[in-house]
C-alpha cells in the first residue's frame, strides 16, 4: 500500500468472515478533505514532468489481495487504463463498464487512470466516488489528475474521449485546431510514459484527424497500436440491416464502415451479410440502401442529438467496450469490424498519411490486419473517396500540429461530424 502523502491517499479493503471492511489509514481522512480545494491541490502543469509533480495526482488503491486470495483468485497484473474526458457523459458509461469486467473480462483487475483538467476535477472526483460505492471487485486502484505526463504513466490502454464540442459560430478549422492541440500533447506524454506497447483509441472528435496527430506526436509507439474509433457507425448500421431484414442483429456479418468519422462515412451495405447470404439479396432494394440506409447511419448522431437533447453516450460507450474487446478477442471467422486506423500499405488505395476507417481482424492479441478483398463498386468507391478527400483536407489543417511545412488549411464548405446537422 502507497504510503499516505499529504497530496495522496490510499485505502485497503480487507475481507474477514466474507465481510468487506474498509481499513482507513488516519492520514488519509484529512488530506482527502483537503483535496477539495483544487486550486492548490490540482494546480495545473505543463506537459513535462516536475520535481513536485505528484502532489498534482489524486491516488486511490483498494488492495483486494487478501480477498483474492481467500477467493483462490490468480494474482493477475492489472490492466492499466487510462481515460481522459473522464467527467464527461461517455466515460460516465464507460468508467463503469470497465471497473465492473465487462470490458477486459470477470478475471482481469483493473487500475484506472483519469484525466481531468480544472474545471473537471471535481467532478471527476464525484464519479470516483460513485465507482468506490458500486464495490467492484476488478477494481484496484483510481487515479485521477489533469497532466497527462502523470495520468498516462505506464498505461496499457488510453482512451481518449475528451475534446472540446464545437460551440456555436465555430468553424470546422477552429475545431479540428483546438482539439488537435490537445491530442498533440496526450500524444506526447503517452510517447513519453506509457507503456510501450500501449494500445491508443481516440474517440473525441474529430477522432480520424486526432488520432492521425496523436501518433504522429508519439513517434517511439508503434503506429499501430493507434486506432479511431468508428465502432458506433458499425453497430448504428448493423441494427438498420436486421431491422430492414427482420432478423436479430447477431445474423449481421461483416459490416465495414469506410472513411471519416463524419457525415462522408460509407456504411458498407455491398460486402455485409445476413446469415450466409449478401445484404443485397436478402433486402433487394438499393434505393433503400444508398437514399435511406446510407444517410440514416451517418447522421444518426444528429437523430439522437434532436430526440434526446444530448450526443450519444451509453451507445458510444457501448461501442468502444465493442472496440477494445475486438483487439483482445479473435474476430469471429467470416466477419470483421470496423475502426480508423493508419492506412500506410493498405490494400484499397487510400492514400498514406490518413485515419480511415476499414474491416479489420483479430487474433484476439491487441493487433490486427485489414482484410483485403472487400467488393468495392463504383458506387462505394465514389462515396469512399469522398471521405478520403474529406480527410485530406483535414490533415492540411493540422499540417502545424504533425510536423509539416506549406499545408494551407482549406475547408471552406464545411464537413460534419455525425451529430451535427
Ligand atoms: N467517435 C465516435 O464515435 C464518437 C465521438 N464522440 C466524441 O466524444 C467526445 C466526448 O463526448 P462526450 O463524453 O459526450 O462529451 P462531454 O461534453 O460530456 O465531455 C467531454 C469532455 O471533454 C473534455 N474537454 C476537453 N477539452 C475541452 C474543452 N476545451 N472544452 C470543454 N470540454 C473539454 C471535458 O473534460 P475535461 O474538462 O476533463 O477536459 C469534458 O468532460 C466528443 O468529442 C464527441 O464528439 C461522441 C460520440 C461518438
Ligand atoms: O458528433 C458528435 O459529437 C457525436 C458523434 O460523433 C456521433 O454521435 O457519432
Not at 40 to 54: C, E, L, M, P, Q
Not at 252 to 263: M, P
Not at 317 to 334: C, F
Not at 346 to 373: E, H, K, Q, R
Amino acid at each position: 500500500m502507497a504510503p499516505a502523502t499529504p497530496f495522496s491517499c490510499s485505502k485497503q479493503i480487507a475481507v474477514a468472515g466474507g465481510h468487506a471492511r474498509l481499513v482507513r489509514p488516519p492520514a488519509c481522512v484529512l488530506p482527502r478533505l483537503r483535496q477539495r480545494r483544487p486550486t492548490r491541490i490540482f494546480a495545473a502543469s505543463g506537459n513535462t514532468a516536475t520535481a513536485d509533480s505528484k502532489a498534482n495526482l489524486r491516488n486511490l488503491t483498494y488492495d483486494l489481495s487478501e480477498a483474492s486470495a481467500s477467493n483462490g483468485e490468480s494474482q493477475t497484473k492489472p490492466i492499466k487504463v487510462a481515460v481522459s474526458g473522464a467527467a464527461g457523459q461517455i466515460s460516465n458509461h464507460l468508467l463503469f463498464m470497465l471497473a465492473s469486467g465487462q470490458v477486459f473480462g470477470p478475471n482481469a483487475p483493473i487500475i484506472l487512470q483519469l484525466l481531468g483538467s480544472e474545471r473537471s476535477i471535481n467532478a471527476i472526483e464525484g464519479v470516483s466516488m460513485e465507482l468506490e460505492d458500486s464495490l467492484y471487485p476488478l477494481l484496484r486502484e483510481i487515479k485521477m489528475g489533469i497532466d497527462p505526463i502523470e495520468v498516462f504513466e505506464d498505461a496499457d490502454w488510453a482512451l481518449l474521449i475528451g475534446a472540446k464540442p464545437r460551440s456555436k459560430g465555430m468553424e470546422r478549422a477552429d475545431l479540428l485546431d483546438v482539439n488537435g492541440r490537445v491530442f498533440a500533447e496526450q500524444g506526447r506524454a503517452l510517447n513519453e510514459v506509457a507503456s510501450r506497447d500501449v494500445k491508443v483509441v481516440v474517440v473525441g472528435n474529430p477522432c480520424n484527424t486526432n488520432a492521425l496527430i496523436a501518433m504522429e506526436n508519439a513517434p517511439d509507439l508503434p503506429p499501430k497500436n493507434f486506432s479511431a474509433l468508428t465502432r458506433l457507425d458499425q453497430n448504428r448500421a448493423r441494427f438498420q440491416l436486421a431491422v430492414k431484414a427482420g432478423v436479430p442483429f447477431d445474423k449481421v456479418s461483416r459490416v465495414a464502415v469506410w472513411g471519416n468519422h463524419s457525415t462522408t462515412q460509407v456504411p458498407d451495405w455491398v460486402n455485409a451479410r445476413i446469415g450466409d447470404t449478401p445484404a443485397s439479396k436478402v433486402i433487394d432494394d438499393e434505393a433503400w440502401f444508398k437514399e435511406d440506409f446510407t444517410p440514416k447511419v451517418a447522421t444518426r448522431g444528429a437523430s439522437v442529438i434532436q430526440k434526446w437533447g444530448r450526443s450519444s453516450g451509453a451507445s458510444t460507450a457501448g461501442s468502444i467496450a465493442d472496440h477494445v474487446r475486438s483487439l483482445i478477442q479473435p474476430t469471429p471467422e467470416g466477419d470483421c469490424f470496423s475502426m480508423a486506423i493508419s492506412t500506410d500499405g493498405n490494400p484499397y488505395g487510400i492514400a498514406d498519411g490518413l485515419f480511415y476507417s476499414m474491416p479489420c481482424t483479430s487474433t484476439g492479441n491487441g493487433d490486427y490486419d485489414i482484410v483485403p478483398g472487400f467488393e468495392v463498386d463504383e458506387w462505394l468507391s465514389s462515396k469512399m473517396k469522398a471521405s478520403e478527400e474529406e480527410l485530406i483536407r483535414e490533415k492540411e489543417c493540422v499540417a502545424h500540429l504533425i510536423g509539416l511545412e506549406g499545408a494551407a488549411c482549406a475547408i471552406t464548405e464545411d464537413t460534419m461530424l455525425p451529430g451535427e446537422n
